[in-house]
DNA sequence: CAGGTTCTGTAATGTAAGTTACAGTACGCC
DNA sequence: GGCGTACTGTAACTTACATTACAGAACCTG
């Protein structure tokens, strides 16, 4: 409080966290020097399994370049400050966390089609590696809004939009009864994560199998198959 | 690492969380001395607002006996180490938050009884403090193996537990097909809590209106009555 | 109203990091 | 093949707390 200059975010000389170390635009990993890009990775990778693993507090930079190799003076050049190095491993992981789930190439009849994304679906979630990301978006994305926006298009667009098209497919075809497809995506994602989600979020080591995964998914989509029957309803 | 006596769970001198200062057996409120009860209060009270608010490692000892009064010699006379005193909160919270759902007085048609449920349910969770709370459990859970069980037979258990039991009567009456009720508690629960529960507890302030609490729970009511209707299943 | 006990305020202690400085080394470029 | 830029290692620097110590005030008990 007596020393304005330890306010890292008010530091001229610190280019806080955007861009690493020449002022180049949003460029890829290439144009980084060449072994900065290198470092970076190898640092951003550390401090990925660190802080997932340990949580953000926890870690201390001298640790993360005990497992990167490299330098802690390499670290504060290339971001600036620790809550730099963290968002930067998030943006960074958010490109390839939750990627593999498309609904390319899956059954066209909704019994089967849900099932199989779902399945996909609650088995990514429930991995530790995705388990902790979340705990660490939950936990630090209300101090850092620019998480939050990268966290919900990630997580909340595409995902709950594939699901929406297929769904509005089915629709189209008569198959379901849907008005509001997006919402109706909504429902079958939060059905399918039921309460797993919430007992592993809060910490228990449940090792769920294939087949309770399987069979919570088959129940799930049994509901949302029959909620929203074509005909089914005389509501 | 040098001193062994910097360990607090290794201080046979300071009887870490569980009792205060007398070693009285788990009474109320009222058994400590007097003072220390509301000295207790305030300091539990002030840590709360705090640590919901801004998360424990974020929050000072000094800023809470700031805000609750007293000093910081009582605060760890009372609660021994700042963990100590997180400890504490947390249990003292749960036993005052998630309360109010009961199943007592809700309509005996599934329907409108769900909806009532739901809506309170949702509109409970929804609660900045409650929100909040998740997310400290979410955030320090996985480093604090008590505090989950805390959470998870408070969270999980009773409120999931109620709607089982009213689904397993509305099931003995014939009005809804539900061969295990605790699973099927479980996903009206997931059915309700929808996306909304999660885009807020990744931090984005949306002001929900009873209305869009209706809405969703209304939805949600109807995909499950429907999903599980008696005789609506053709599979 | 004495005597012990419990609170209060504040200052001191100790330590764990975040951050920086610097001297030396490796590398890419002309 | 020299030159500047960027990395490495390490050691200091600083600060921010958690935690403790202590001296005095307030309170209950008898």
Not at 22 to 44: K, M, N, T, W, Y
Not at 123 to 131: A, D
Not at 164 to 172: D, I, P
Request: proline residues 6%.
């Amino acid at each position: 409080m007596t020393d304005p200059t330890a306010d890292p975010t008010a530091d001229p000389t610190a280019d806080p966290i955007s861009e690493p170390i020449h002022g180049c635009p949003p460029c890829a990993s290439e144009r980084l020097s060449d072994r900065a890009s290198a470092r970076r990775q190898a640092i951003v990778a550390a401090g990925r399994e660190l802080f997932l693993e340990r949580g953000y507090a926890a870690v201390t930079c001298a640790e993360v370049v005990a497992r990167s190799g490299g330098s802690l003076a390499t670290l504060y050049a290339l971001f600036g400050t620790k809550r730099g190095l963290f968002e930067a491993i998030l943006r960074d992981h958010s490109e390839s966390v939750m990627r593999p789930l498309c609904v390319e190439g899956v059954s066209s009849d909704p019994e089967l089609g849900l099932l199989a994304v779902g399945q996909r679906y609650l088995t990514g979630l429930l991995e530790p590696t995705v388990v902790a990301w979340w705990r660490a978006i939950i936990a630090e994305a209300p101090h850092t809004p620019e998480l939050r926006e990268v966290f919900l298009s990630e997580e909340g667009g595409p995902i709950q939009q594939a699901v929406a098209e297929y769904l509005a497919e089915k629709a189209a075809a008569g198959e379901l009864e849907i008005a509001e497809p997006v919402r109706a995506a909504g429902q079958f994602l939060a059905l399918v994560r039921g309460h797993l989600h919430q007992r592993v979020l809060a910490g228990e080591n449940l090792a769920v199998t294939p087949d309770e995964i399987e069979s919570e998914v088959r129940s799930a989509v049994h509901v949302f198959i029959h909620g929203y029957r074509s005909r089914a309803a005389g509501s």
